[in-house]
């Protein structure tokens, strides 16, 4: 059972939640911090890419590769 913090129950089930959120609010209050969660997966993908470019590059600077004959 959850916790109320010793306030009245608000909702019987997770549908009425859910509806009571449509019905007030409009579809798109259940996209709301999808933008940010959107940007953060950015981010995480693009210091991904950044690293392995980076270890590229350091690999090359310090193991040079022989020249061919």
Known sequence: MMMTSGQAVKYKSSIQCAAQILKNEGAM????GAGANILRGVA???VLAGF?????LYADFRLPKKPTP
């Open 29 to 32: 209050s259940f996209m709301k």
């Open 44 to 46: 995480g993908a693009g």
């Open 52 to 56: 392995d470019k980076f270890k590229e």
